[in-house]
């Protein structure tokens, strides 16, 4: 019989740690925030406004509102409505700890693998994720990484019980554009052996391509039905087509024209740049062949030692000094909660305020298609936004709210835990109190 009790007593507790250990969910409805400054970032700042959420939309939004029946009041007094933040680039879902190769999940094998998509990858359970959205960031590019065509990204939202539940719309195929450079200061390789390798890779760049247009050309007038299947092949196919956006990371300036002059050649018709972290060197080139770019991370070091030191802060700024639609990312996972301060730094240095809030909204919206989801504040875009009680790209601001596509966010996650647990903690009897 105390046998039995043993194990019923464990039992529960077993209940109650598992219980205890549960996130609180999240809740949809019909919420009316009021006595709120709005950002709509597109339509200017919209003093003591109200913004109505239901059924994951925007309904309404404005100084003279009617609140529906049955909302949900939150009274934003002294705080403001910003759209969610978008980063451009990051590893978030695919990777938990990079030491660890059982969580690592972003490099596949294969040199040429364009049919891997993240989005079959992503980890919503990711511990990262809470981490990252109660920052306000609430959209993210999951990227693939380490082949020449390393697989296809995959634009989310962070929240969801499955990948396809946190898909946000938009997939586009990663090519790492071959280099001319080192690759760091443990690259001991001789000029000559760097000078071959570039070669190599731009021949099984563009071999790669060639196939997939005689694969287009072929399918193309049989239809799809008379043409063997080749899964790397086909994932291109809708890049040929101006379907689908190609993304192409690439940070050196001669990298960067090399790309350019590539895109021109191939006539590839929907691109990105993403890094280009030295893009302040060409950035009227940039701007002349009308190519957008995801750049970051800002918080970095010069990429030459001559440089200066504030060559990576103000890289944003001056692309769009010089005419390049310029979005920003981290290039992170386990610091996407970083994204304002990347932005903060580019606005600092000479991107300003407003544009940098651009950078991080509408315009990676735009450039991944999503523009009429998400963004900014309108009617009938999702509601994706946050609440904060200052600017969100200063240290000393607070998100209080995080809404993603009409679901209300717990502002939870593994930090804001571990401070609550520490903070009331109860270090009980020491060996002198005994």
């Not at 080749?230 to 024209?257: C, F, N």
Request: a positive charge.
């Amino acid at each position: 019989m105390k046998k039995i009790t043993y194990i019923l007593s464990l039992i529960m507790a077993c209940v109650i740690l598992v219980a205890q250990a549960q996130s609180p969910k999240g809740k949809t409805g019909t919420f009316a925030l009021t006595n709120a400054s709005v950002q709509t970032v597109t339509k200017g700042i919209i003093q003591n406004g109200t913004v109505v959420i239901s059924q994951g939309k925007i309904q309404a939004v404005g100084a003279n509102v009617t609140i529906p029946q049955g909302a949900e009041v939150i009274d934003c007094k002294g705080q403001w409505v910003y759209p969610g933040m978008i980063d451009g680039g990051t590893r978030l879902g695919l990777v938990e700890v990079n030491s660890v190769a059982r969580t690592v999940d972003y490099n596949e094998v294969g040199d040429i693998v364009p049919q891997m998509k993240a989005l079959t990858a992503i980890n919503p359970n990711s511990a990262l994720i809470p981490v990252t959205r109660v920052s306000g960031v609430t959209t993210v590019i999951a990227a693939p990484d380490g082949g020449l065509i390393p697989g296809t990204a995959a634009l989310i939202n962070l929240h969801g019980y499955t990948p396809d539940q946190m898909y946000a719309g938009f997939e586009g195929v990663v090519i790492n554009f071959p280099s001319t450079g080192r690759r760091g200061f443990f690259d001991r390789r001789s000029d000559d052996d760097i000078k071959k390798a570039n070669e190599k890779a731009m021949a099984k760049l563009n071999d790669a391509w060639d196939k997939a247009i005689q694969y287009h050309k072929l399918d193309s007038a049989t239809k799809g039905k008379g043409v063997s299947y080749y899964p790397e092949l086909q994932a291109l196919l809708p890049v040929l087509r101006g379907e689908q956006l190609l993304m192409i990371e690439v940070d050196a300036s001669k990298d960067i024209q090399a790309a350019l002059k590539w895109i021109k050649e191939k006539k590839v018709k929907k691109v990105v740049l993403s890094g280009v972290l030295e893009g302040w060197r060409v950035a009227d080139e940039i701007a002349k062949a009308g190519v957008p770019v995801i750049a970051g991370p800002v918080q970095a070091i010069p990429s030459r030692e001559y440089d200066r030191y504030d060559r990576a802060y103000a890289n944003p700024g001056l692309m769009k000094k010089a005419g390049v639609k310029v979005a920003i990312r981290t290039g992170n996972a386990e610091n996407v909660r970083n994204l304002p301060y990347h932005a903060a730094y580019a606005a600092a240095y000479g991107m300003g305020k407003e544009e940098a809030l651009r950078a991080v909204t509408i315009v990676p919206a735009e450039i991944f298609g999503v523009a009429d989801k998400l963004g900014s504040i309108e009617v009938g875009k999702s509601a994706t936004l946050l609440v904060s009680d200052g600017d969100p790209f200063e240290t000393k601001t607070n998100i209080k709210h995080v809404f993603i596509e009409g679901w209300q966010i717990p502002m939870v996650s593994r930090h804001t835990q571990l401070y609550e647990e520490f903070l009331k903690r109860d270090p009980g009897l020491n060996k002198t109190q005994k």
